[in-house]
């Protein structure tokens, strides 16, 4: 009796561990894909961050330190922020950066393409303590509306990565955020699933039908054995 009731059941269990198999392994799969393009997208960056740092901050280095000792109407006029903008334009154009933001040691926003933004204070962001303790920390979000360097954009998948200023010597002079626009990594990554998914569920689908049709051979064995 035991042995007919695990019979009886087994293809509705069997499908229910197939359709929870197939569901781990697209959700594995679209974390594998999101995760390498974090580090790729974090990767560029840093070279873009290290690129600025080469060719800017030699310039602007007395400048940032003396930022926080400038009231924020001054700071937000001074004329070294056109020439860091017009520095900055020179590297992002025909790339995929957003926007970039310096910060001084204190958290202190010195320069951003949003000049809206120039003067806040970013002295507790966990990113911001991250990067000037000097690691990169970065984050993926989704923007409807996101204010770029030449025009306003909507709808982006942005990955903003906070990353330290070190001199030739390793010192920390300041800290980078840089926001890298992600929107064609991620709908590549959504189709590759969407793939996947198909894939997978056709393969688990056979294999279903194959174990139905065990089930059903067996059923015909044994009522020929009786």
């Keep these: 009796m035991k042995n007919s009731l695990t019979f009886k059941y ?3 269990i ?27 997208a974090e990767r560029n960056n840093v070279s873009m961050a290290h690129a600025f740092a080469n060719y800017v901050w030699p310039r602007i280095d007395s400048f940032v330190n003396d930022a926080h000792t400038m009231s924020i109407d001054h700071l937000t006029k001074h004329p070294k922020l056109g020439e860091i903008r017009g520095l900055a334009l020179e590297l992002v154009r025909d790339t995929p950066i957003l926007k970039i933001k310096i910060y001084d040691l204190t958290g202190l926003t010195v320069f ?16 911001f303590l991250a990067a000037r303790n000097g690691a990169v920390a970065s984050e993926l979000t989704h923007r409807d509306t996101f204010s770029a360097f030449e025009q306003q954009v909507e709808d982006r998948d942005v990955l903003s990565s906070y990353i330290p200023v070190r001199t030739k010597t390793g010192e920390i002079r300041g800290v980078f ?19 996947q998914i198909a894939v997978v569920a056709l393969t688990l689908a056979l294999l279903y039908l194959m174990i139905l049709m065990l089930m059903r051979h067996r059923d015909r064995l044994i009522e020929s054995h009786h």
């Design 14 to 40: 069997s499908g229910i561990v197939i359709v929870v198999a197939g569901a781990i392994l697209a959700a594995l799969y679209t974390y594998s894909l999101r995760a390498d393009m974090s580090r790729i």
């Design 112 to 127: 951003s393409s949003d000049i809206a933004q120039i003067g806040e204070g970013k002295g507790k962001n966990a990113g």
């Design 10 to 12: 087994f293809p509705l």
């Design 177 to 195: 955020e840089i926001y890298y626009d992600v929107t064609q990594f991620l709908a590549r990554i959504k189709f590759s699933q969407q793939l």
